[in-house]
């Protein structure tokens, strides 16, 4: 049997790719909590608490964007449905925190606020393991993990693709979020969770604490994009680029996609879960809305106007849109969606490749 | 109070014709001990005509004065004689007239039973109605008088309906079983009330059998009108749903453009009968109620037009990539959206219905049928009708047809493809259009009308098959009846989950919809 000999495998970061990382390493380690923490606050150098929450919140949908690309760009999956496992970590996170608030909520009760609203005497079983840290960390990564299980298993197995796959995780996103929305099944209606005091046991709102969040989330952005970028240059993510070029001619080859295609949106998923848990520990607040069809759309946007099928495009992707974002709606409130309209189109009919295509076009295309 | 209603009954047979309000009358119904003013009034009423009942609603309206023995029914700043009519100086003494509880509820029972001798059909017909909400023995007198005295028939049935559910408590046994009887041939969801109440109350086991009996009677004509009704309200949603992604099945399911606009161009649809309506009601306000029929060619227009430089300016560059033009429509639906913002506003504008719109058609006793609701699924219809003439019958859905299906060899036969492209987009479009208009009779028109529907309509089109009209139909008339259904059983929202489950289930065994594309292709 002839065998097809692949290009020798290369190392995980080029000398540049690491440096690169390092400097990335260091910035969020030392350089940003020195800036926030220790120089004083009328310094030009000062990075105020607002530019913290800013960036530890783009960190977390950059995260997303990169799970998002795992599964898109560089399997050929859209998935209109991300917004879902994003909160479903999120909740999953959320449930511990209002756990934390114990007594100090507005009705003195051991049940959080809005269950004492409803009238509900004890907790329902759902919530069964969210006293504990320890048991919120795994339900973060296996609610969507499962979820997404579930859902693939089903959706793949029938070999749903293309459009359709998008559009069936559209509902899911949105059948999900009318759910959410019920009163009666637990996760505090369209209010969600919010007013969050503490987290293992020590108060939130403390500068240290959230530059402590902060941190984390910028190491977990760092490990998922070492992480995605080992998958990518294994076997395993040729297969996946090979699935995205031509399913069929990969079945006809011996392979089986469906494990494939199976493993990587769950990964996606899972990814994006833990994304949701730290953003609710940095924003304070997750309700319904994150379910919404046009959050999880966004995801995807992010990731295409970075670039698709790079890894380092959907990072920039979520910091240039969301950074634009959060500078236009203060300054051009008006303007805001006009400009996020005009860069999808943008961005599909003139930069396919998103930002890291153009940079790579302006360097002599060099691919 | 029953030495009242004794009373009353003996007024009735001594009673002669209705006669006008007199002086004394109207003397003795607003001033005195309220024991006397309520036995005046009990007599006034049953001989009452119009002037009597403009009395009591004075009087009930607190529009009352009296001064010494005269009485002045007050209209704004001026007093007129309540007999006559013509005009009195109020004098600066006259004093209000106090009605305490017991009177004021006298006064409500006297306006309902005095309104069952209005010349008025309608205002007869409603007070039957409203006496039957809930039927109160001490009307008896009143309803049998009015039976007898009633001349269509539609409202003498009604009576005779009333007068059972009155006299179902009478002491009389056969009196009782009668109007059991009576009240069985009857659909009303109000005797169902009325039965049961006395079932609790009935000392002797025949007529308890009897009352069961035409319970279960009445049960069994009812469930009718709500097996009925979810019936209609789902054919009702099913023609909504069907204008909605009938539309999408020609931009998607033809073209294959995900068109995430489809919601925002049929927000430009409602929007431009929310214009037509205002141009009418500032320039041709004698012909307001036929704005919507110069509002359905214009919203399709503004659609259509607005769909046609989308194409132009954006999806002609994204064709055979689908997940791009997903994108770029998302795109252009934030810009659309933003834009009807700045245009209209980001609160909902109002859209009336025309007066022939409004009303309905009463089928049973608990089944009504809209007017707009019926217009909305005779337009469904006739849309769909034309869209199916323009598809197989015409040039131009040949064309389009011989475009979807082959390109290249569609152009080597010397179709201008790009051109065939734009008309085709626009058609969609339009048709997006007249869904927003019809929309716009039965919800909110609002900056954000498109997103609610969107969703649905992608459900539809993927349940249906893509490029299948055939298929866009039994899916939309399928999941609206089913909606309706799953309702009535688990509530709306629980309805709406259920139904996007079941999508996702039936989409496992039919990935390609209801009438999936004959073909070959393994990629299929």
């Known amino acids: ?367 | 109070m029953s030495i009242r209603n004794t009373f009353l009954i003996l007024l009735l047979v001594i009673a002669g014709h209705a006669h006008a309000l007199t002086a004394d009358e109207a003397k003795s119904i607003a001033i005195g001990e309220t024991e006397d003013r309520m036995t005046a009034l009990a007599k006034a009423v049953v001989n009452a005509d119009e002037k009597t009942v403009a009395f009591i609603q004075a009087l009930s309206d607190d529009q009352v004065k009296t001064q010494g023995d005269k009485v002045f029914v007050v209209q704004g700043d001026k007093a007129v004689d309540p007999v006559t009519g013509a005009a009195l100086t109020l004098p600066a003494d006259a004093e209000d007239v106090i009605n305490n509880n017991q009177m004021r509820g006298e006064l409500d029972n006297a306006l309902a039973a005095a309104k069952l001798f209005s010349k008025d059909d309608a205002v007869r017909a409603a007070s039957v109605k409203t006496l039957l909400a809930e039927p109160d023995e001490n009307k008896l007198p009143i309803v049998e008088k009015a039976f007898a005295a009633e001349t269509v028939p539609a409202i003498k049935a009604q009576l005779g309906l009333l007068r059972g559910a009155l006299l179902v408590n009478s002491e009389d046994k056969a009196k009782r079983l009668d109007a059991i009887k009576t009240l069985a041939e009857s659909s009303n969801p109000a005797t169902k009330t009325v039965l049961l109440a006395r079932l609790q109350n009935e000392p002797e086991a025949d007529v308890k059998v009897a009352l069961q009996a035409a319970l279960d009677k009445v049960d069994a004509a009812l469930a009718w009108g709500d097996k009925l009704g979810a019936v209609f309200s789902g054919i009702s949603l099913g023609s909504i749903l069907l204008l909605v992604a009938l539309g999408l099945a020609i931009t998607y399911g033809l073209m294959g453009v995900i068109n995430m606009a489809h919601g925002e161009l049929m927000m430009i649809g409602a929007y431009a009968t929310y214009v037509v309506q205002t141009v009418f009601i500032k320039y041709f306000p004698g012909a307001f109620d036929w704005y919507l029929l110069a509002a359905v060619p214009v919203s399709f227009l503004a659609s259509a037009l607005v769909g046609a430089a989308l194409e132009r300016s954006v999806l002609r560059f994204l064709y055979g990539r689908p997940l791009e033009t997903l994108l770029a429509t998302w795109g252009i639906s934030l810009m659309l959206q933003q834009g009807v913002r700045s245009l209209f506003g980001a609160q909902n504008v109002g859209v009336e219905n025309p007066v022939w719109m409004s009303g309905g058609v009463q089928v049973l006793a608990n089944l009504s049928l809209p007017y707009n609701r019926l217009v909305i699924i005779a337009f469904a219809v006739a849309v769909l009708l034309g869209v199916g003439w323009l598809i197989g019958r015409t040039r131009l859905g040949l064309f389009v047809r011989g475009v979807t299906q082959n390109r290249p060899i569609a152009s080597c036969m010397g179709v201008n493809t790009a051109r065939i492209d734009t008309y085709a987009f626009a058609l969609g479009s339009g048709i997006a259009g007249l869904a927003g208009c019809a929309l716009s009779q039965v919800g909110n028109v609002g900056p954000d009308l498109g997103q609610g529907y969107i969703v649905d309509a992608f459900m539809v089109v993927v349940l249906g098959g893509v490029g299948q009209l055939a298929g866009t139909v039994y899916a939309a008339m399928g999941l609206g009846i089913l909606n309706k259904f799953l309702e009535g059983w688990t509530g709306a929202v629980l309805a709406k989950i259920a139904v996007l489950a079941f999508i996702i289930i039936f989409i496992q065994k039919r990935p390609q919809g209801i009438f999936a594309m004959k073909g070959r292709s393994a990629e299929a």
């Open chain 1, 1 to 367: 049997m002839p065998t097809v000999s692949l290009p020798p495998k290369g190392p995980l970061l080029t000398r540049t790719g690491w440096s690169s990382f390092f400097v990335a390493l260091i910035v969020v380690c030392a350089v940003v909590p020195v800036l926030n923490l220790w120089i004083p606050a009328g310094s030009p150098f000062h990075m105020s608490d607002y530019a913290i929450a800013l960036v530890g919140k783009i960190m977390c949908y950059a995260i997303a964007a990169l799970a998002m690309d795992l599964i898109w760009g560089y399997t050929g999956i859209l998935s209109l449905g991300h917004g879902l496992f994003f909160a479903l970590g999120g909740y999953a996170m959320g449930m511990y925190l209002m756990r934390q608030i114990g007594r100090d909520g507005n009705y003195k009760s051991d049940l959080p606020d809005f269950m004492v609203f409803l009238d509900w005497k004890e907790l329902p079983w759902h919530w069964m393991l969210s006293g504990s840290f320890t048991a919120t960390l795994f339900l973060v990564v296996l609610v969507p993990g499962i979820v997404a299980g579930i859902f693939g298993f089903f959706a793949f197995r029938s070999r749903i693709k293309g459009v359709y796959f998008s559009i069936i995780t559209q509902a899911m996103t949105f059948a999900a979020m009318l759910l959410f929305f019920r009163n009666e099944t637990g996760f505090g209606g369209n209010n969600g969770f919010t007013d969050f005091k503490r987290i293992l046991g020590m108060p939130m709102a403390t500068t240290s604490m959230r530059m402590t969040l902060f941190v984390i989330t910028g190491l977990v952005l760092l490990g998922f994009f070492l992480f995605a970028k080992w998958l990518v240059g294994s076997k395993y993510g040729r297969v996946l680029q090979a699935i995205r070029d031509a399913e069929t001619r990969v079945m006809f080859s011996g392979y089986s996609p469906l494990g494939y295609k199976l493993s990587i949106w769950v990964i996606s998923a899972v990814m994006c879960g833990v994304a949701g848990a730290l953003y609710v520990t940095q924003v304070g607040i997750i309700n319904p809305s994150e379910m919404s069809p046009a959050n999880s759309i966004e995801i995807a946007i992010w990731a295409a106007v970075g670039g698709r099928a790079t890894l380092i495009g959907p990072i920039l992707g979520a910091f240039i849109v969301n950074g634009a974002k959060s500078w236009l709606t203060v300054a051009y409130p008006e303007f805001w969606l006009y400009f996020l309209g005009a860069l999808f189109i943008a961005v599909t009919l003139f930069l396919p490749d998103g930002v890291v295509g153009l940079v790579k076009k302006l360097k002599g295309g060099r691919a």
